[in-house]
């Protein structure tokens, strides 16, 4: 399982990244959440990945048998800070787009 998740932050890291040196505004904002999205999951990986184990505590369960709250918190708002980010940053595209008729980074277009 650990395995299945390096793999999935390794790629999803690669591709953010890959996306962020794009010269358009939407891909940059794309590459971004990627990242995000991939910080997410190795914070939640850190976290502990148990299967098979019960969520709650039983009768002489040992407390290290469970996984950590702390990481599954700290994803839940980043995931809810990364979306209104997103969010503004989006306004924020339209916005730009809107006044210079372009969504390249250095305002250039491909048409000559």
């Not at 904002?29 to 939640?44: D, H, R």
């Not at 969520?55 to 709250?69: K, R, S, V």
């Not at 730009?96 to 048409?111: A, E």
Request: glycine fraction near 12%; charged fraction near 10%; include cysteine.
């Amino acid at each position: 399982m650990e395995l299945i998740l390096s793999i999935a932050i390794g790629v999803m890291t690669a591709c953010g990244v890959w996306l962020i040196l794009r010269p358009r505004t939407y891909q940059i904002i794309i590459g971004l959440s990627l990242l995000s999205y991939a910080v997410n999951l190795f914070i939640f990986g850190v976290g502990g990945v148990k299967t098979n184990v019960p969520p709650l505590l039983g009768d002489g369960m040992a407390t290290g048998a469970l996984a950590d709250p702390v990481p599954q918190a700290l994803v839940l708002t980043a995931i809810v800070i990364g979306f209104a980010t997103t969010a503004l940053f989006l306004v924020v595209l339209l916005a730009s787009r809107g006044l210079t008729g372009t969504d390249h980074v250095d305002g250039r277009s491909d048409r000559k």
